[in-house]
């Protein structure tokens, strides 16, 4: 969940102190990675869930401030726009039964909000990208009235100095500009957050960014955006176009994009950090009065505020998080990559394939990064996003093969392996890694049933395109709360 900020404007002295800031923190959480000052315990889990509100018309429902005062729970937040809503599980180890805890907290959650969503005239939604959104819902008037957002869009837009331009090619083509920032709420995500030690996170990390893109080919369920069918993942293009700060000039000089896949393996957390300061102009450059170094001195545990801020506006698909509980430092890996939905079991689903592979693949004698460059992981990332369980990905031993079968041949053993050494429940772990296994089986995600129910509906019913991705959202929604994995969902 986003940082609050107050209202401000910013100023150049504002810049400066905060620059200096960032770095005096930076050079805090150096001393604090050599000295061992982090806490030492069990890896823990956590989950965020962002959602789309929608009314009876499958329409964006504008109405989250007056659905969160009915859910009434402090784990509920807004997002970016009116219709977005976020859900935050609390942290847990990763063990025994985690995986159907998780799985029984967030079916709890979601009903409940979306009992008391449809108290206000709305419903909730898990879907990458809501198809009935339009360009007309992506202006300010939709934006969450919250300061940190206000100032987040002027900042974007002061440093980009134009209007936000949408280009993307797929199955049809997308060119439009936007005056906001607001396009970037049309995409919900899953973000699972990883807890583990400053000795284990570089091999994490690495792990991670090595499976992101299998991750997507198995779990794309954003097909749509604005009435045009483009990429299987659509929200991966979309987010990093709609936060860019960058002119078409500075794109083209290379420039690095805030929304980032990164450019190397690490072998520290501080390279993260490091590059955060390194390469990106503040865009909250808000600094507080806490002094990390006497904080430090004095044996009490640095909140890195300036520091964490900043990370905050730079979206690694897999990001850095320095937290403070109890007095005590932690590092999560956030990994990003995931859009919502289809069903609470699919989410489950996408969460124990990652956390067995990435678990799997950070142990492992021969560690994946040194047999695999970094581009050939990004460019999985993104023949993923455009194509889905239809892709290519390329991985060591066996070259460039399609996504469902490295999945089924390779992948689906090292994420069994990874989470029986972890301990959890084996029934749990096969019953979840099935559901992924069924897809690539069966060819079915999120992605291709909405396409395949959008196409269907034009043909057999003679549908236009926005009466078909009505009615398409419609029994999405239905089926949705079945609770039935979307490999099952008929298509039609």
């Given at each position: 969940?986003?940082?609050?900020?107050?209202?401000?404007?910013?100023?150049q002295?504002?810049?400066?102190?905060?620059?200096?800031?960032v770095?005096?923190?930076?050079?805090v959480?150096?001393?604090?990675?050599?000295?061992?000052?982090?806490?030492?315990?069990?890896?823990?889990?956590?989950?965020?869930?962002?959602?789309?509100?929608?009314?009876?018309?499958?329409?964006?429902?504008?109405?989250?401030e007056?659905?969160?005062?009915?859910?009434?729970?402090?784990?509920?937040?807004p997002?970016?726009?009116?219709?977005?809503l976020?859900v935050?599980?609390?942290?847990r180890?990763?063990s025994?039964?985690?995986?159907?805890?998780?799985?029984?907290?967030l079916?709890?959650?979601v009903?409940?909000?979306?009992?008391?969503?449809?108290?206000?005239?709305?419903r909730?939604?898990?879907i990458?990208?809501?198809?009935?959104l339009?360009?007309?819902d992506?202006?300010?008037?939709?934006?969450?009235?919250?300061?940190?957002?206000?100032?987040?869009?002027?900042?974007?837009?002061?440093?980009?100095?134009e209007?936000?331009?949408?280009?993307?090619?797929?199955?049809?083509?997308?060119?439009?500009?936007?005056?906001s920032?607001?396009?970037?709420?049309a995409?919900t995500s899953?973000?699972c957050h990883?807890?583990v030690s400053?000795?284990?996170?570089?091999?994490y990390w690495?792990?991670?960014?090595a499976v992101?893109?299998?991750?997507?080919?198995?779990?794309?369920?954003?097909?749509?955006?604005?009435?045009?069918?483009?990429?299987?993942?659509?929200?991966?293009a979309?987010f990093?176009?709609?936060?860019?700060?960058?002119?078409?000039?500075?794109?083209?000089?290379?420039v690095?994009?805030?929304?980032?896949?990164?450019?190397?393996w690490?072998?520290?957390?501080?390279d993260?950090?490091?590059?955060?300061?390194?390469?990106?102009p503040?865009?909250?450059?808000?600094v507080?009065?806490?002094d990390?170094v006497?904080?430090?001195?004095v044996?009490?545990?640095?909140?890195?505020?300036?520091?964490?801020?900043?990370?905050?506006?730079?979206?690694?698909?897999?990001?850095?998080?320095?937290?403070?509980?109890?007095?005590?430092?932690?590092?999560?890996?956030?990994?990003?990559?995931?859009?919502?939905?289809?069903t609470?079991a699919?989410?489950?689903?996408?969460t124990a394939?990652?956390y067995?592979?990435?678990?799997?693949?950070?142990?492992?004698?021969?560690?994946?990064?040194?047999?695999?460059?970094?581009?050939?992981?990004?460019?999985?990332?993104m023949?993923?996003a455009h194509?889905?369980?239809?892709?290519?990905?390329?991985?060591?031993g066996?070259?460039?093969?399609?996504?469902?079968?490295?999945?089924?041949r390779?992948?689906?053993?090292?994420?069994r392996?990874g989470l029986?050494?972890?301990?959890?429940?084996?029934?749990?772990?096969?019953?979840?890694?099935?559901?992924?296994?069924?897809?690539?089986?069966?060819?079915?995600?999120?992605?291709?049933?909405?396409?395949?129910?959008?196409?269907?509906?034009q043909?057999?019913?003679?549908?236009?395109?926005?009466?078909?991705?009505?009615?398409?959202?419609?029994?999405?929604?239905?089926?949705m709360?079945?609770?039935?994995?979307?490999h099952?969902?008929?298509?039609?």
């Amino acid at each position: 969940m986003g940082r609050d900020v107050p209202e401000i404007r910013v100023s150049q002295a504002d810049r400066r102190l905060y620059r200096d800031k960032v770095r005096r923190c930076l050079d805090v959480l150096d001393r604090m990675l050599r000295e061992s000052r982090f806490k030492e315990g069990p890896q823990q889990v956590g989950l965020e869930i962002e959602f789309d509100l929608v009314g009876g018309d499958c329409r964006p429902a504008m109405r989250n401030e007056q659905v969160l005062a009915a859910i009434a729970d402090q784990d509920w937040a807004p997002e970016l726009g009116q219709y977005n809503l976020e859900v935050n599980l609390a942290p847990r180890p990763l063990s025994g039964d985690t995986l159907a805890g998780l799985e029984r907290d967030l079916t709890g959650r979601v009903e409940h909000a979306d009992s008391r969503a449809r108290e206000a005239g709305a419903r909730l939604a898990m879907i990458g990208i809501l198809p009935t959104l339009t360009e007309q819902d992506a202006t300010t008037e939709a934006m969450t009235p919250n300061p940190r957002y206000r100032l987040l869009n002027e900042q974007i837009c002061a440093a980009r100095g134009e209007d936000v331009r949408l280009s993307i090619d797929g199955q049809e083509r997308l060119l439009t500009h936007l005056g906001s920032i607001m396009a970037e709420a049309a995409g919900t995500s899953v973000q699972c957050h990883l807890q583990v030690s400053p000795e284990e996170f570089g091999s994490y990390w690495n792990a991670a960014q090595a499976v992101a893109g299998v991750q997507i080919a198995v779990g794309a369920n954003s097909p749509f955006l604005f009435g045009r069918e483009l990429w299987a993942e659509t929200r991966i293009a979309l987010f990093q176009q709609s936060t860019d700060t960058r002119s078409e000039e500075l794109q083209k000089q290379r420039v690095r994009p805030r929304v980032w896949f990164g450019e190397r393996w690490i072998t520290s957390v501080f390279d993260l950090f490091e590059e955060n300061l390194r390469y990106f102009p503040a865009l909250l450059p808000l600094v507080g009065d806490a002094d990390p170094v006497a904080e430090l001195e004095v044996g009490t545990t640095p909140g890195l505020a300036e520091l964490t801020l900043h990370n905050g506006t730079i979206w690694r698909w897999n990001r850095p998080v320095y937290a403070v509980d109890d007095g005590e430092p932690h590092l999560r890996v956030e990994n990003r990559v995931l859009p919502a939905g289809p069903t609470v079991a699919d989410i489950l689903a996408n969460t124990a394939f990652y956390y067995g592979l990435v678990h799997t693949l950070a142990e492992a004698e021969r560690p994946i990064w040194t047999q695999m460059s970094f581009t050939a992981a990004q460019d999985n990332l993104m023949e993923a996003a455009h194509r889905g369980i239809d892709s290519r990905l390329y991985w060591p031993g066996l070259g460039e093969v399609p996504a469902a079968e490295l999945t089924l041949r390779r992948l689906l053993p090292m994420a069994r392996d990874g989470l029986t050494s972890r301990g959890i429940d084996a029934a749990d772990a096969d019953r979840l890694l099935g559901v992924i296994e069924q897809r690539c089986l069966i060819g079915r995600t999120g992605a291709t049933w909405q396409a395949g129910t959008g196409h269907a509906l034009q043909a057999r019913h003679r549908l236009g395109r926005g009466a078909a991705l009505r009615e398409m959202t419609a029994s999405y929604l239905e089926l949705m709360r079945t609770n039935q994995p979307v490999h099952t969902w008929p298509v039609g």
